[in-house]
């Protein structure tokens, strides 16, 4: 349902986005959309995915630079879903949010104020916010 509802909110602005993208990909070499996963990523998993649940990423227009990454725990896959990890600790992205976070590391970073989920080294964002949860694409 949440999937659905995405694609109906999903703004002029970012079709016109994918369909440029798609359109640029087909002229040239098309690489493997994929995302690495950290090892701290997945050691986080394994403790908090034991009952068939992973990691769902997903990028929603938003923020303070124009998208942002949302970090779920989910259950159900979709048909558009690709995974990423290993056995119990899966990161499931759905196709069209692979295609702004292609080639970045999903993590797990804790510290003293805060632990958490984040995407790091997107080589597609241009720049972020300070906090790191919203980025701009490179066009």
């Known amino acids: 349902m949440a999937f659905l509802l995405r694609q109906v909110a999903r703004t002029g602005f970012q079709r016109n986005l994918i369909l440029m993208r798609h359109a640029t990909a087909?002229?040239?070499?098309?690489?493997?959309?994929?995302?690495?996963?950290?090892?701290?990523?997945?050691?986080?998993?394994?403790?908090?995915c034991v009952d068939g649940?992973?990691?769902?990423v997903t990028v929603e227009g938003g923020g303070c630079s124009g998208f942002q990454y949302k970090f779920d725990l989910d259950k159900q896959l979709n048909e558009d879903d690709r995974q990423f990890g290993e056995g119990e600790a899966k990161v499931v992205i759905d196709t069209v949010s692979l295609e702004y976070c292609s080639g970045a590391?999903?993590?797990?970073?804790?510290?003293?104020?805060?632990?958490?989920?984040?995407?790091?080294?997107?080589?597609?964002?241009?720049?972020?916010?300070?906090?790191?949860?919203?980025?701009?694409?490179?066009?």
Do not use: W
């Open 26 to 48: 087909s002229t040239s070499a098309n690489p493997e959309l994929s995302v690495q996963v950290s090892e701290s990523c997945l050691k986080r998993l394994r403790e908090i």
């Open 53 to 56: 649940s992973f990691l769902r």
């Open 105 to 139: 590391t999903v993590d797990y970073h804790s510290e003293l104020i805060r632990a958490g989920f984040r995407m790091v080294a997107n080589p597609l964002a241009e720049q972020g916010c300070s906090c790191g949860s919203s980025f701009s694409i490179k066009l």
